[in-house]
């Protein structure tokens, strides 16, 4: 079976930082793009950014309103993918979710897997 | 950065057909844009209904189906139930932006 589950979220301070993990299993998560999604309480989706496979030499992109604060970096030996917040500020109060890239095409930013989400709420 | 843009509410009577759809700020939809449809119910992670505009996955109902109309991307459901009461999300891809989601539709079944 296809799993992804989301880990270490929590509650953190403004200014502080986290670190999100997510374990896969039932499929060959090296050969996948992974990708970050959120959804702050009430609304809707919004994508974080992405790491692709090692034959796209594990590049990644963020989206802008996270871009320089965040870090996406994935352990290919350990079927893990992780989410490095830094900066972290009110408005990144959200669930967040990782999801499995359906195609590995460079501009293809489709998901067909999610996991569960881990909250994370930012907060003095 | 590109919008994309969905209705904030539909309501379908059961057994009814309802059409969802999405729009792109930056022109018309196309199959590049690789449409994306995902379910979300309450307290629940969202499920991808619809990938590359028109195709389903193995769990995805029969009853819904994609398409591209009139310049957006389009959800419709034919032969509707009160579980597909949800939130509906459409995604679609821009190159060297991201993939960017749609606000969302909430869908009344009543």
């Known amino acids: 079976e296809v799993q992804l589950v989301e880990s270490g979220g929590g509650l953190v301070q403004p200014g502080g930082s986290l670190r999100l993990s997510c374990a896969a299993s039932g499929f060959t998560f090296s050969d996948h793009y992974m990708d970050w999604v959120r959804q702050a309480p009430g609304k809707g989706l919004e994508w974080v950014g992405r790491t692709r496979n090692k034959a796209n030499s594990y590049t990644t992109e963020y989206a802008a309103s996270v871009k320089g604060r965040f870090t996406i970096s994935r352990d290919d030996s350990k079927n893990s993918l992780y989410l490095q917040m830094n900066s972290l500020k009110t408005e990144d109060t959200a669930v967040y979710y990782c999801?499995?890239?359906?195609?590995?095409?460079?501009?293809?930013?489709?998901?067909?897997?999610w996991g569960q989400g881990t909250t994370v709420t930012v907060s003095s | 950065q590109a919008v994309v843009t969905q209705e904030p509410s539909l309501t379908v009577s059961p057994g009814g057909t309802v059409t969802l759809t999405c729009g792109s700020s930056?022109?018309?939809?196309?199959?590049?844009?690789?449409p994306y449809w995902f379910q979300q119910k309450p307290g629940q992670a969202p499920r991808t209904l619809i990938y590359?505009?028109?195709n389903k996955h193995s769990w995805t109902p029969a009853r819904f189906s994609g398409s591209l109309l009139g310049g957006k991307a389009a959800l419709t459901l034919s032969g509707a139930q009160p579980e597909d009461e949800a939130e509906y999300y459409c995604l679609l891809s821009y190159s060297g932006v991201g993939g960017v989601f749609g606000g969302g539709t909430k869908l009344t079944v009543l």
């Open positions: 999801a499995r890239g359906l195609r590995s095409y460079y501009y293809y930013y489709g998901m067909d897997v």
């Open positions: 590359d505009t028109s």
């Open positions: 930056t022109g018309a939809v196309t199959s590049g844009h690789y």
